[in-house]
Protein backbone atom coordinates (compact mmCIF):
# COMPACT_ATOMS: atom_id res chain seq x y z
CA UNK A 1 0.00 0.00 0.00
CA UNK A 2 1.75 3.26 -1.36
CA UNK A 3 1.25 6.63 0.51
CA UNK A 4 -0.19 8.09 -1.96
CA UNK A 5 -3.38 5.19 -1.52
CA UNK A 6 -3.52 5.61 2.39
CA UNK A 7 -4.01 9.17 2.17
CA UNK A 8 -6.44 8.97 -1.03
CA UNK A 9 -8.74 6.50 1.06
CA UNK A 10 -8.41 8.49 4.00
CA UNK A 11 -9.67 11.81 2.54
CA UNK A 12 -12.92 9.79 0.90
CA UNK A 13 -13.67 8.76 4.63
CA UNK A 14 -13.10 11.67 6.42
CA UNK A 15 -15.06 14.07 3.31
CA UNK A 16 -17.73 11.24 3.10
CA UNK A 17 -17.99 11.34 7.32
CA UNK A 18 -18.12 15.11 6.82
CA UNK A 19 -21.03 14.77 4.35
CA UNK A 20 -23.07 12.57 6.59
CA UNK A 21 -23.54 15.45 9.08
CA UNK A 22 -25.22 17.63 6.31
CA UNK A 23 -27.85 14.94 6.63
CA UNK A 24 -28.96 15.69 10.25
CA UNK A 25 -32.16 17.55 8.95
CA UNK A 26 -33.12 15.36 5.96
CA UNK A 27 -36.37 12.73 5.62
CA UNK A 28 -36.28 9.97 7.88
CA UNK A 29 -38.94 7.34 7.68
CA UNK A 30 -40.68 6.07 10.65
CA UNK A 31 -37.35 3.84 11.71
CA UNK A 32 -36.63 6.75 13.18
CA UNK A 33 -39.22 6.52 15.94
CA UNK A 34 -38.52 2.71 16.04
CA UNK A 35 -34.61 3.27 17.20
CA UNK A 36 -36.06 5.73 19.46
CA UNK A 37 -38.46 3.57 20.88
CA UNK A 38 -35.97 1.01 21.21
CA UNK A 39 -33.27 3.74 22.90
CA UNK A 40 -36.83 4.21 25.51
CA UNK A 41 -37.43 0.66 26.08
CA UNK A 42 -33.83 -0.51 26.85
CA UNK A 43 -32.95 2.45 29.21
CA UNK A 44 -36.35 2.71 30.88
CA UNK A 45 -37.39 -0.52 31.34
CA UNK A 46 -35.79 -3.41 33.05
CA UNK A 47 -34.34 -6.51 30.90
CA UNK A 48 -37.71 -8.91 31.61
CA UNK A 49 -39.37 -6.37 29.84
CA UNK A 50 -37.59 -5.50 26.43
CA UNK A 51 -39.23 -7.92 24.55
CA UNK A 52 -42.57 -8.16 26.07
CA UNK A 53 -43.59 -3.79 25.65
CA UNK A 54 -45.61 -3.40 23.02
CA UNK A 55 -46.72 0.09 24.11
CA UNK A 56 -45.52 1.46 20.40
CA UNK A 57 -45.99 -0.90 17.49
CA UNK A 58 -42.52 -0.50 17.01
CA UNK A 59 -41.71 -3.62 19.52
CA UNK A 60 -37.92 -4.56 19.65
CA UNK A 61 -37.60 -7.60 17.14
CA UNK A 62 -33.76 -7.06 16.70
CA UNK A 63 -31.61 -10.01 18.55
CA UNK A 64 -30.59 -8.93 21.98
CA UNK A 65 -26.69 -7.66 21.18
CA UNK A 66 -28.34 -4.72 19.19
CA UNK A 67 -30.77 -3.98 21.98
CA UNK A 68 -27.84 -3.86 24.47
CA UNK A 69 -26.38 -1.36 21.83
CA UNK A 70 -29.03 0.41 21.87
CA UNK A 71 -29.37 0.17 25.91
CA UNK A 72 -25.20 1.23 24.79
CA UNK A 73 -26.44 4.39 22.84
CA UNK A 74 -28.94 5.46 25.35
CA UNK A 75 -26.22 6.09 28.64
CA UNK A 76 -25.75 9.44 26.25
CA UNK A 77 -29.01 10.31 25.20
CA UNK A 78 -29.47 12.39 28.18
CA UNK A 79 -26.97 14.80 27.41
CA UNK A 80 -28.91 15.68 24.34
CA UNK A 81 -32.69 14.98 25.61
CA UNK A 82 -33.82 13.01 28.24
CA UNK A 83 -37.17 13.22 27.20
CA UNK A 84 -36.57 10.97 23.77
CA UNK A 85 -35.97 8.61 26.58
CA UNK A 86 -40.19 7.95 27.47
CA UNK A 87 -41.73 4.62 26.60
CA UNK A 88 -44.64 6.74 26.28
CA UNK A 89 -43.60 9.56 24.57
CA UNK A 90 -44.69 8.13 21.00
CA UNK A 91 -44.02 10.14 17.94
CA UNK A 92 -41.39 12.15 19.77
CA UNK A 93 -39.13 14.25 17.68
CA UNK A 94 -36.74 17.16 18.78
CA UNK A 95 -33.63 19.16 17.08
CA UNK A 96 -31.45 17.15 19.88
CA UNK A 97 -33.25 13.64 19.94
CA UNK A 98 -32.69 14.19 15.84
CA UNK A 99 -28.77 15.29 15.88
CA UNK A 100 -28.23 12.45 18.52
CA UNK A 101 -29.66 9.89 16.43
CA UNK A 102 -27.69 11.17 13.09
CA UNK A 103 -24.49 11.58 15.01
CA UNK A 104 -24.60 8.28 16.47
CA UNK A 105 -25.67 6.62 13.14
CA UNK A 106 -22.10 8.60 11.75
CA UNK A 107 -20.45 7.80 14.52
CA UNK A 108 -20.74 3.62 14.45
CA UNK A 109 -19.87 4.07 10.85
CA UNK A 110 -16.46 4.60 11.34
CA UNK A 111 -16.18 1.10 12.08
CA UNK A 112 -17.60 0.27 8.84
CA UNK A 113 -15.06 2.71 6.71
CA UNK A 114 -12.10 1.16 9.17
CA UNK A 115 -13.13 -2.24 7.74
CA UNK A 116 -13.18 -1.14 3.97
CA UNK A 117 -9.90 0.05 4.44
CA UNK A 118 -8.33 -2.88 6.14
CA UNK A 119 -9.74 -4.85 3.45
CA UNK A 120 -8.48 -2.98 0.34
CA UNK A 121 -5.17 -2.05 2.37
CA UNK A 122 -4.30 -6.24 2.57
CA UNK A 123 -6.67 -8.37 0.26
CA UNK A 124 -7.05 -6.12 -3.04
CA UNK A 125 -3.98 -6.39 -5.22
CA UNK A 126 -2.03 -3.43 -6.65
CA UNK A 127 -2.25 -2.95 -10.43
CA UNK A 128 -1.33 -0.27 -12.82
CA UNK A 129 -3.34 1.16 -15.34
CA UNK A 130 -2.01 2.70 -18.27
CA UNK A 131 -2.37 6.12 -19.14
CA UNK A 132 -4.68 7.23 -16.42
CA UNK A 133 -4.89 10.60 -15.00
CA UNK A 134 -5.16 9.88 -11.44
CA UNK A 135 -5.13 6.61 -8.74
CA UNK A 136 -8.42 7.61 -7.83
CA UNK A 137 -9.97 6.41 -10.71
CA UNK A 138 -7.15 4.02 -11.61
CA UNK A 139 -5.82 2.26 -8.47
CA UNK A 140 -8.01 -0.92 -7.77
CA UNK A 141 -7.42 -0.58 -3.74
CA UNK A 142 -8.95 2.93 -3.81
CA UNK A 143 -11.41 1.88 -6.50
CA UNK A 144 -12.80 -0.82 -4.38
CA UNK A 145 -12.53 1.80 -1.12
CA UNK A 146 -14.47 3.98 -2.97
CA UNK A 147 -16.67 1.42 -4.03
CA UNK A 148 -17.52 0.71 -0.70
CA UNK A 149 -17.30 3.66 1.47
CA UNK A 150 -19.57 5.61 -0.55
CA UNK A 151 -22.01 3.16 -1.39
CA UNK A 152 -24.97 4.92 -2.72
CA UNK A 153 -27.59 2.55 -1.08
CA UNK A 154 -25.92 2.42 2.67
CA UNK A 155 -25.51 6.15 2.42
CA UNK A 156 -29.47 6.92 1.41
CA UNK A 157 -30.97 4.00 4.17
CA UNK A 158 -28.32 5.08 7.07
CA UNK A 159 -28.44 8.38 6.70
CA UNK A 160 -31.69 9.79 5.11
CA UNK A 161 -34.33 6.92 5.07
CA UNK A 162 -32.66 6.29 9.18
CA UNK A 163 -30.70 2.79 9.85
CA UNK A 164 -27.88 1.05 11.78
CA UNK A 165 -26.39 -0.88 9.12
CA UNK A 166 -23.24 0.70 8.34
CA UNK A 167 -21.14 -1.04 11.38
CA UNK A 168 -22.72 -3.87 10.82
CA UNK A 169 -21.56 -4.26 7.35
CA UNK A 170 -18.59 -3.16 9.23
CA UNK A 171 -18.13 -6.08 11.34
CA UNK A 172 -19.13 -8.58 8.44
CA UNK A 173 -16.36 -7.06 6.24
CA UNK A 174 -13.79 -8.04 9.30
CA UNK A 175 -15.24 -11.43 9.10
CA UNK A 176 -14.54 -11.81 5.28
CA UNK A 177 -10.79 -9.91 5.98
CA UNK A 178 -9.92 -12.69 8.55
CA UNK A 179 -11.53 -15.59 6.41
CA UNK A 180 -8.88 -14.24 3.70
CA UNK A 181 -5.87 -14.27 6.24
CA UNK A 182 -6.86 -17.91 7.28
CA UNK A 183 -8.04 -16.36 10.57
CA UNK A 184 -10.86 -18.88 10.41
CA UNK A 185 -11.99 -18.96 14.39
CA UNK A 186 -11.84 -15.09 14.12
CA UNK A 187 -13.56 -14.49 11.33
CA UNK A 188 -16.48 -17.16 13.15
CA UNK A 189 -16.26 -15.59 16.37
CA UNK A 190 -17.00 -12.46 14.00
CA UNK A 191 -19.79 -13.74 11.77
CA UNK A 192 -21.16 -15.33 15.24
CA UNK A 193 -21.42 -11.66 17.07
CA UNK A 194 -23.17 -10.23 13.82
CA UNK A 195 -25.74 -12.74 13.65
CA UNK A 196 -26.85 -12.04 17.04
CA UNK A 197 -26.77 -7.65 16.31
CA UNK A 198 -29.23 -8.23 13.43
CA UNK A 199 -30.44 -12.01 12.41
CA UNK A 200 -30.88 -10.94 8.17
CA UNK A 201 -27.66 -12.35 7.90
CA UNK A 202 -28.61 -15.91 8.36
CA UNK A 203 -28.81 -15.55 4.78
CA UNK A 204 -24.91 -16.12 4.16
CA UNK A 205 -24.90 -18.58 7.27
CA UNK A 206 -24.66 -21.47 5.13
CA UNK A 207 -21.71 -20.48 3.14
CA UNK A 208 -19.76 -19.47 6.55
CA UNK A 209 -20.91 -22.99 7.85
CA UNK A 210 -19.82 -25.03 4.68
CA UNK A 211 -16.58 -23.47 3.76
CA UNK A 212 -15.17 -23.60 7.95
CA UNK A 213 -16.00 -27.04 8.14
CA UNK A 214 -14.42 -27.83 4.79
CA UNK A 215 -11.26 -26.22 4.87
CA UNK A 216 -10.51 -25.65 8.79
CA UNK A 217 -12.13 -29.16 10.28
CA UNK A 218 -10.88 -31.30 7.44
CA UNK A 219 -8.14 -31.33 4.92
CA UNK A 220 -7.68 -31.74 1.01
CA UNK A 221 -5.95 -34.35 -1.25
CA UNK A 222 -2.99 -32.27 -2.82
CA UNK A 223 -3.22 -34.48 -5.51
CA UNK A 224 -7.26 -33.60 -6.68
CA UNK A 225 -8.13 -31.40 -4.07
CA UNK A 226 -11.12 -34.02 -2.70
CA UNK A 227 -11.85 -33.81 0.79
CA UNK A 228 -9.81 -36.29 3.17
CA UNK A 229 -12.90 -37.47 5.41
CA UNK A 230 -10.67 -39.39 8.07
CA UNK A 231 -8.38 -36.41 8.59
CA UNK A 232 -11.65 -34.60 10.39
CA UNK A 233 -10.21 -32.86 13.40
CA UNK A 234 -12.91 -33.58 16.45
CA UNK A 235 -11.21 -30.73 18.03
CA UNK A 236 -11.39 -27.88 15.74
CA UNK A 237 -14.82 -28.47 15.64
CA UNK A 238 -15.35 -28.13 19.28
CA UNK A 239 -13.58 -24.93 18.40
CA UNK A 240 -15.94 -23.20 15.92
CA UNK A 241 -18.93 -25.04 18.44
CA UNK A 242 -17.78 -23.56 21.46
CA UNK A 243 -17.41 -20.27 20.07
CA UNK A 244 -20.90 -20.20 18.55
CA UNK A 245 -22.68 -21.31 21.84
CA UNK A 246 -20.47 -18.78 23.71
CA UNK A 247 -21.31 -15.95 21.90
CA UNK A 248 -25.46 -16.90 21.57
CA UNK A 249 -25.12 -17.78 25.26
CA UNK A 250 -24.35 -14.79 26.40
CA UNK A 251 -26.75 -13.03 24.00
CA UNK A 252 -29.68 -15.07 24.55
CA UNK A 253 -28.33 -16.59 27.97
CA UNK A 254 -30.38 -13.83 30.13
CA UNK A 255 -33.66 -14.19 28.23
CA UNK A 256 -33.31 -17.88 28.41
CA UNK A 257 -32.90 -17.64 32.62
CA UNK A 258 -35.95 -14.99 32.59
CA UNK A 259 -38.14 -18.03 30.38
CA UNK A 260 -38.36 -15.73 27.30
CA UNK A 261 -36.77 -17.56 24.57
CA UNK A 262 -40.24 -18.27 22.91
CA UNK A 263 -41.31 -14.56 23.28
CA UNK A 264 -37.78 -13.06 21.48
CA UNK A 265 -38.44 -15.82 19.06
CA UNK A 266 -41.34 -14.50 17.45
CA UNK A 267 -40.54 -11.01 17.80
CA UNK A 268 -37.92 -11.83 15.56
CA UNK A 269 -39.72 -13.93 13.30
CA UNK A 270 -42.78 -12.18 12.73
CA UNK A 271 -44.51 -14.63 10.02
CA UNK A 272 -47.67 -12.67 9.83
CA UNK A 273 -46.16 -9.56 7.94
CA UNK A 274 -46.89 -11.51 4.41
CA UNK A 275 -44.89 -12.45 1.58
CA UNK A 276 -43.86 -9.01 0.48
CA UNK A 277 -43.22 -5.74 1.75
CA UNK A 278 -45.30 -2.70 1.31
CA UNK A 279 -43.15 -1.61 -1.71
CA UNK A 280 -42.18 -5.41 -3.40
CA UNK A 281 -38.48 -5.83 -3.39
CA UNK A 282 -37.24 -6.48 -7.36
CA UNK A 283 -37.08 -10.11 -6.52
CA UNK A 284 -38.75 -13.47 -8.15
CA UNK A 285 -41.87 -12.47 -5.93
CA UNK A 286 -42.59 -9.06 -7.42
CA UNK A 287 -42.66 -11.13 -10.96
CA UNK A 288 -44.59 -13.58 -9.15
CA UNK A 289 -47.20 -10.68 -8.60
CA UNK A 290 -47.01 -8.84 -11.52
CA UNK A 291 -47.97 -12.19 -12.99
CA UNK A 292 -50.99 -13.07 -11.00
CA UNK A 293 -51.90 -9.43 -11.34
CA UNK A 294 -51.80 -9.81 -15.08
CA UNK A 295 -53.58 -12.82 -15.26
CA UNK A 296 -56.25 -11.61 -12.69
CA UNK A 297 -57.24 -8.32 -14.79
CA UNK A 298 -57.12 -11.00 -18.50
CA UNK A 299 -59.32 -12.98 -16.84
CA UNK A 300 -62.08 -10.79 -15.45
CA UNK A 301 -62.11 -9.10 -18.71
CA UNK A 302 -62.78 -12.67 -21.06
CA UNK A 303 -64.89 -13.67 -17.46
CA UNK A 304 -62.44 -16.03 -16.33
CA UNK A 305 -62.18 -15.83 -13.09
CA UNK A 306 -64.17 -14.42 -10.11
CA UNK A 307 -64.34 -11.28 -8.47
CA UNK A 308 -61.91 -10.88 -5.82
CA UNK A 309 -60.28 -8.39 -3.76
CA UNK A 310 -56.97 -10.30 -2.71
CA UNK A 311 -55.49 -8.67 -6.10
CA UNK A 312 -56.33 -4.97 -4.72
CA UNK A 313 -54.44 -5.85 -1.53
CA UNK A 314 -51.09 -6.84 -2.68
CA UNK A 315 -50.66 -3.70 -4.46
CA UNK A 316 -52.37 -1.30 -1.62
CA UNK A 317 -49.59 -0.10 -0.26
CA UNK A 318 -49.50 -1.87 3.02
CA UNK A 319 -47.48 -4.43 4.75
CA UNK A 320 -50.42 -7.32 5.00
CA UNK A 321 -50.90 -11.22 4.69
CA UNK A 322 -52.66 -11.33 1.05
CA UNK A 323 -53.90 -14.27 -1.10
CA UNK A 324 -53.24 -14.27 -4.59
CA UNK A 325 -55.96 -13.91 -6.87
CA UNK A 326 -55.24 -16.88 -9.65
CA UNK A 327 -52.02 -18.63 -8.91
CA UNK A 328 -51.45 -20.58 -5.77
CA UNK A 329 -51.08 -18.33 -2.65
CA UNK A 330 -47.14 -18.57 -1.03
CA UNK A 331 -46.71 -19.55 2.71
CA UNK A 332 -43.22 -19.15 4.69
CA UNK A 333 -42.65 -22.62 4.49
CA UNK A 334 -42.88 -22.71 0.63
CA UNK A 335 -40.38 -19.68 0.27
CA UNK A 336 -37.73 -20.91 2.89
CA UNK A 337 -37.88 -24.30 0.81
CA UNK A 338 -37.67 -22.77 -2.40
CA UNK A 339 -34.56 -20.63 -1.11
CA UNK A 340 -32.68 -23.83 0.47
CA UNK A 341 -32.99 -25.72 -2.94
CA UNK A 342 -31.42 -23.05 -4.52
CA UNK A 343 -29.09 -22.28 -2.33
CA UNK A 344 -27.77 -25.92 -2.22
CA UNK A 345 -25.44 -25.64 -5.56
CA UNK A 346 -23.10 -22.68 -4.48
CA UNK A 347 -22.87 -24.64 -0.78
CA UNK A 348 -22.30 -27.92 -2.79
CA UNK A 349 -19.90 -26.30 -5.15
CA UNK A 350 -18.04 -24.30 -2.45
CA UNK A 351 -17.92 -28.20 -0.59
CA UNK A 352 -16.56 -29.46 -3.95
CA UNK A 353 -14.11 -26.46 -4.74
CA UNK A 354 -13.48 -24.46 -1.72
CA UNK A 355 -10.35 -23.16 -3.60
CA UNK A 356 -9.05 -20.23 -1.38
CA UNK A 357 -11.19 -17.34 0.64
CA UNK A 358 -12.68 -16.10 -3.16
CA UNK A 359 -14.58 -19.03 -3.64
CA UNK A 360 -16.40 -18.49 0.01
CA UNK A 361 -17.19 -15.15 -0.92
CA UNK A 362 -18.62 -16.08 -4.14
CA UNK A 363 -20.87 -18.76 -2.67
CA UNK A 364 -21.65 -15.67 0.61
CA UNK A 365 -22.79 -13.78 -2.01
CA UNK A 366 -24.93 -16.25 -3.74
CA UNK A 367 -26.34 -17.31 -0.30
CA UNK A 368 -27.59 -13.78 0.22
CA UNK A 369 -28.32 -13.34 -3.09
CA UNK A 370 -30.64 -16.38 -3.09
CA UNK A 371 -32.45 -15.73 -0.45
CA UNK A 372 -33.18 -11.91 -1.59
CA UNK A 373 -34.62 -13.68 -4.33
CA UNK A 374 -36.61 -15.98 -2.97
CA UNK A 375 -37.22 -15.49 0.75
CA UNK A 376 -40.37 -14.06 2.43
CA UNK A 377 -41.17 -10.35 3.42
CA UNK A 378 -38.09 -9.22 1.86
CA UNK A 379 -37.04 -6.03 2.39
CA UNK A 380 -35.75 -4.28 -0.77
CA UNK A 381 -32.48 -2.73 1.60
CA UNK A 382 -31.28 -6.57 1.59
CA UNK A 383 -29.89 -5.89 -2.00
CA UNK A 384 -26.79 -4.42 -0.26
CA UNK A 385 -26.22 -8.20 1.31
CA UNK A 386 -25.01 -8.62 -1.99
CA UNK A 387 -24.06 -5.35 -3.77
CA UNK A 388 -21.37 -4.84 -0.90
CA UNK A 389 -20.03 -8.16 -0.50
CA UNK A 390 -19.64 -8.18 -4.49
CA UNK A 391 -17.68 -4.86 -4.62
CA UNK A 392 -14.75 -6.91 -3.23
CA UNK A 393 -15.01 -8.68 -6.25
CA UNK A 394 -14.99 -6.01 -8.38
CA UNK A 395 -11.61 -5.61 -9.96
CA UNK A 396 -11.14 -9.12 -9.76
CA UNK A 397 -12.10 -10.28 -13.44
CA UNK A 398 -14.12 -8.61 -16.06
CA UNK A 399 -17.16 -11.04 -14.92
CA UNK A 400 -17.43 -10.07 -11.84
CA UNK A 401 -16.48 -6.32 -12.38
CA UNK A 402 -19.79 -6.72 -15.79
CA UNK A 403 -21.78 -8.28 -12.54
CA UNK A 404 -21.02 -5.52 -9.95
CA UNK A 405 -21.70 -2.60 -12.34
CA UNK A 406 -25.08 -4.01 -13.67
CA UNK A 407 -26.55 -5.29 -10.21
CA UNK A 408 -25.01 -1.83 -8.38
CA UNK A 409 -27.19 0.59 -10.54
CA UNK A 410 -30.12 -1.60 -10.71
CA UNK A 411 -30.51 -2.31 -7.42
CA UNK A 412 -29.22 0.86 -6.21
CA UNK A 413 -32.19 2.29 -8.15
CA UNK A 414 -34.51 0.18 -6.56
CA UNK A 415 -33.90 2.01 -3.44
CA UNK A 416 -35.17 5.14 -4.79
CA UNK A 417 -38.96 4.73 -3.77
CA UNK A 418 -37.81 4.67 -0.30
CA UNK A 419 -36.96 8.63 -0.36
CA UNK A 420 -40.04 10.13 -1.62
CA UNK A 421 -40.20 13.45 -0.27
CA UNK A 422 -39.34 16.56 -2.95
CA UNK A 423 -36.82 18.09 -1.06
CA UNK A 424 -34.81 14.96 -1.14
CA UNK A 425 -34.85 14.47 -4.69
CA UNK A 426 -31.64 16.17 -5.66
CA UNK A 427 -29.73 14.89 -3.16
CA UNK A 428 -30.65 11.61 -4.20
CA UNK A 429 -30.65 11.61 -7.89
CA UNK A 430 -26.94 13.29 -7.82
CA UNK A 431 -25.71 10.59 -5.59
CA UNK A 432 -27.51 7.72 -7.53
CA UNK A 433 -25.41 9.32 -10.61
CA UNK A 434 -22.01 10.73 -9.16
CA UNK A 435 -21.67 6.81 -7.74
CA UNK A 436 -23.19 4.90 -10.97
CA UNK A 437 -20.72 7.51 -13.14
CA UNK A 438 -17.61 6.89 -10.77
CA UNK A 439 -18.14 2.99 -10.87
CA UNK A 440 -18.44 2.89 -14.82
CA UNK A 441 -15.63 4.91 -15.41
CA UNK A 442 -13.38 3.44 -12.88
CA UNK A 443 -13.80 0.09 -14.04
CA UNK A 444 -13.71 0.72 -17.46
CA UNK A 445 -9.96 1.65 -16.73
CA UNK A 446 -9.67 -1.35 -14.73
CA UNK A 447 -10.71 -3.86 -17.35
CA UNK A 448 -8.31 -2.42 -19.76
CA UNK A 449 -5.88 -4.33 -17.17
CA UNK A 450 -7.31 -7.74 -17.60
CA UNK A 451 -5.58 -10.46 -19.86
CA UNK A 452 -8.77 -12.45 -21.51
CA UNK A 453 -8.86 -14.27 -24.85
CA UNK A 454 -12.84 -13.16 -26.02
CA UNK A 455 -13.78 -12.00 -29.35
CA UNK A 456 -15.13 -8.91 -27.42
CA UNK A 457 -12.97 -6.53 -26.18
CA UNK A 458 -11.80 -6.36 -22.79
CA UNK A 459 -13.06 -2.49 -22.20
CA UNK A 460 -16.46 -3.80 -23.32
CA UNK A 461 -17.95 -3.40 -19.53
CA UNK A 462 -21.80 -4.21 -20.88
CA UNK A 463 -23.50 -5.57 -23.54
CA UNK A 464 -25.60 -3.94 -25.95
CA UNK A 465 -29.13 -5.53 -24.43
CA UNK A 466 -27.57 -4.73 -20.72
CA UNK A 467 -27.46 -0.78 -22.07
CA UNK A 468 -30.56 -0.82 -23.67
CA UNK A 469 -32.10 -2.30 -20.35
CA UNK A 470 -30.01 0.71 -18.77
CA UNK A 471 -31.77 3.12 -21.01
CA UNK A 472 -35.14 1.55 -20.16
CA UNK A 473 -34.43 1.56 -16.93
CA UNK A 474 -33.79 5.74 -16.54
CA UNK A 475 -37.13 6.20 -18.63
CA UNK A 476 -38.58 3.83 -15.91
CA UNK A 477 -37.14 6.96 -13.41
CA UNK A 478 -38.11 9.43 -14.77
CA UNK A 479 -41.89 8.32 -15.47
CA UNK A 480 -41.42 7.79 -11.33
CA UNK A 481 -40.48 10.78 -10.59
CA UNK A 482 -42.51 13.52 -12.96
CA UNK A 483 -44.22 11.21 -15.56
CA UNK A 484 -46.59 9.58 -13.70
CA UNK A 485 -47.56 13.19 -11.64
CA UNK A 486 -47.78 15.45 -15.11
CA UNK A 487 -50.04 12.55 -16.64
CA UNK A 488 -52.55 13.17 -13.80
CA UNK A 489 -52.84 9.62 -12.89
CA UNK A 490 -51.70 10.23 -9.41
CA UNK A 491 -55.15 9.74 -7.65
CA UNK A 492 -56.80 6.91 -9.78
CA UNK A 493 -53.33 4.99 -9.67
CA UNK A 494 -51.22 5.94 -7.41
CA UNK A 495 -49.22 2.52 -6.65
CA UNK A 496 -48.33 2.62 -10.56
CA UNK A 497 -44.95 3.90 -10.33
CA UNK A 498 -43.90 1.53 -7.46
CA UNK A 499 -45.57 -0.91 -9.37
CA UNK A 500 -43.13 -0.03 -12.47
CA UNK A 501 -40.21 0.74 -10.57
CA UNK A 502 -40.14 -2.45 -8.50
CA UNK A 503 -40.98 -4.93 -11.80
CA UNK A 504 -37.97 -3.18 -14.04
CA UNK A 505 -35.53 -3.55 -11.43
CA UNK A 506 -36.88 -7.24 -10.78
CA UNK A 507 -36.14 -7.95 -14.61
CA UNK A 508 -32.43 -6.46 -13.93
CA UNK A 509 -31.81 -8.35 -10.69
CA UNK A 510 -33.11 -11.04 -12.30
CA UNK A 511 -30.89 -11.76 -14.52
CA UNK A 512 -28.18 -10.59 -12.95
CA UNK A 513 -28.94 -13.30 -10.48
CA UNK A 514 -28.54 -15.81 -13.24
CA UNK A 515 -25.56 -14.80 -14.90
CA UNK A 516 -23.59 -14.43 -11.80
CA UNK A 517 -25.10 -18.11 -10.37
CA UNK A 518 -23.74 -19.64 -14.57
CA UNK A 519 -20.36 -17.82 -13.74
CA UNK A 520 -19.51 -18.99 -10.39
CA UNK A 521 -20.65 -22.78 -11.25
CA UNK A 522 -18.50 -22.39 -14.71
CA UNK A 523 -15.29 -21.46 -13.19
CA UNK A 524 -15.02 -24.87 -11.52
CA UNK A 525 -15.82 -26.62 -15.24
CA UNK A 526 -13.10 -25.02 -16.77
CA UNK A 527 -10.26 -25.81 -14.09
CA UNK A 528 -11.36 -28.91 -14.46
CA UNK A 529 -10.74 -28.46 -18.08
CA UNK A 530 -8.11 -27.10 -17.92
CA UNK A 531 -6.50 -29.87 -15.86
CA UNK A 532 -7.38 -32.58 -17.74
Given at each position: ???????????????????????????????????????????????????????????????????????????????????????????????????????????????????????????????????????????????????????????????IHFQYNGFLFGILLYSILSMYQRHYVTSALHFATLLNFKHIFLYIAPAYGIYLLRVYCFKSSTKDGSVLWKTFSIYKFLVLAVIVVCVFGMSFGPFIYLGQLAQVISRLFPFKRGLCH???????????????????????????????????????????????????????????????????????????????????????????????????????????????????????????????????????????????????????????????????????????????????????????????????????????????????????????????????????????????????????????????
Amino acid sequence: MTKQENVLLVCVATCLSFTKLLMVNMYRSTDYEVHRNWLAITHSLPMDKWYTENTSEWTLDYPPLFAWFEFTLSQFAPLFDSAMLKVSNLNYVSYSSILFHRLTVAAADLLYLKAAYSFCTTCVPGRKVGGASHPLISDPKVIVGVLLMANFGLFIIDHIHFQYNGFLFGILLYSILSMYQRHYVTSALHFATLLNFKHIFLYIAPAYGIYLLRVYCFKSSTKDGSVLWKTFSIYKFLVLAVIVVCVFGMSFGPFIYLGQLAQVISRLFPFKRGLCHAYWAPNFWALYNMADKALYITGRKLDLVPQSNESAAMTGGLVQEFNHAVLPSTKPLATFILTALFILPSVLHLWNNPIGPKSFLKSLILCGFTSFMFGWHVHEKAILLVIIPLALLAVDNPQYTRHFLFLSITGHCSLLPLIFTQFEQPVLYFGLAAYSIYSWMSLHLVTQTFEVKSSAPAHCLLSKYEKYYLYGLVVVILYYGMGHSLLGLSETLPFLPLLLMSVYTSLGVTYCYIRLYKTVLSESMVKIIKSQ
